[in-house]
């Protein structure tokens, strides 16, 4: 059936597309700004994209844009840097967008409106 071919080629283009990102390395760069960095950071937000989609066609469909998100982010804004569970709220703007900036666009605004969730020591949280 076409649905579950278009599964099936799903599955095998995020297959390509992650494996391309790991045989290149984390020094792989898609913006100059990803040089400042740590390589800390960008190991961790690999490792979390292989665990965003949750079997989602559509969420896998958009790793690349979600990753992409996500290391600018970490670029533009050091002091927040990466944080666990950023990857699910990137991919849900990278999947809801119409573009890469769009989706960046939109991401970073709810990014800091909601910076304390995120930032070390999660203040936000904290503060209820």
Request: charged share 25%; hydrophobic share 40%; glycine share 8%.
């Amino acid at each position: 059936p076409p649905t579950r071919r278009l599964r099936l080629r799903a599955v095998v283009l995020t297959i390509v597309v992650l494996r391309e990102f790991y045989q290149r390395g984390c020094a792989r760069r898609n913006y100059t700004l990803d040089a400042s960095i740590e390589p800390t950071v960008i190991r961790s937000i690999d490792a979390d994209i292989m665990r965003t989609s949750g079997g989602d066609p559509e969420i896998r469909g958009c790793l690349g844009v979600t990753r992409s998100l996500l290391l600018r982010c970490a670029a533009e804004d050091p002091d927040l840097g990466y944080c666990q569970g950023m990857n699910m709220v990137a991919a849900l703007f990278a999947v809801a967008a119409r573009s890469q900036e769009e989706a960046y666009a939109r991401f970073r605004a709810y990014v800091q409106e909601l910076r304390g969730l995120w930032l070390p020591g999660f203040p936000e949280l904290l503060a209820g």
